[in-house]
């Protein structure tokens, strides 16, 4: 590994493009320290997330297929990258917050066998904000699939797509339509057993 530790970044990515997984090493070791430094002081110094988003990156950067332009900078794009991952990560746990605070309102007014209706609207409701945060292309394209129930082949012809790219397009509103239901089931498990807890010693 020696022999790369004077190359330049645009010299070891262009090996680490070729599966040299020393240049990737160097490349680690010349970077990692910077990149825990910024997610530490975007995750209030929590070593775990940083440590966490420090591998999250290293794994986008090795997963960079093209050659890069002589004039890129690296740093500046790991830089981009880990900022990216952290916000996102402060967004998701930002979500499951304001999830669990409206169940725990909601464990409060209830029992542990609460009306399924009360639940099938909760969900309903958290699966509509899903689809509200989604962008308006993607939003249309899932529109025409669940509630016009057209096949893929009919919204690639009607909005003059490919049918992979709609077949992405659902996929992505699925994955997160599945985190939230995902999501849901969690926490209501957990404040249903913390409710049959605080009755049990009542």
Do not use: C
């Not at 990737?24 to 995750?43: D, G, H, N, P, S």
């Not at 399924?116 to 899903?130: D, G, M, V």
């Not at 797509?161 to 089931?185: G, M």
């Amino acid at each position: 590994m020696k022999k790369y530790l004077n190359l330049s970044d645009i010299e070891l990515l262009t090996l680490m493009n070729s599966s040299n997984h020393a240049a990737f090493e160097v490349l680690y070791q010349r970077y990692w320290k910077y990149i825990k430094t910024i997610a530490l002081k975007m995750t209030n110094n929590d070593d775990t997330v940083a440590k966490d988003l420090v591998q999250d990156t290293f794994l986008s950067l090795y997963e960079m297929k093209k050659v890069p332009d002589p004039g890129f900078f690296l740093k500046g794009y790991l830089y981009k990258i880990v900022r990216n991952k952290a916000i996102n990560y402060i967004r998701e746990n930002k979500r499951a917050d304001e999830y669990y605070n409206s169940f725990a309102v909601s464990a409060d007014e209830s029992t542990p066998g609460a009306d399924s209706e009360l639940l099938t609207k909760e969900l309903n409701a958290l699966i509509q904000h899903e689809i509200d945060q989604l962008s308006e292309e993607i939003k249309k394209v899932f529109s025409l699939s669940r509630e016009m129930e057209l096949s893929r082949q009919e919204i690639a012809t009607r909005l003059n797509k490919s049918e992979e790219t709609v077949k992405n397009q659902i996929h992505k509103a699925l994955v997160r339509i599945r985190s939230v239901i995902k999501l849901f089931l969690i926490l209501y498990l957990i404040l249903f057993l913390s409710q049959l807890i605080k009755n049990f010693f009542s």
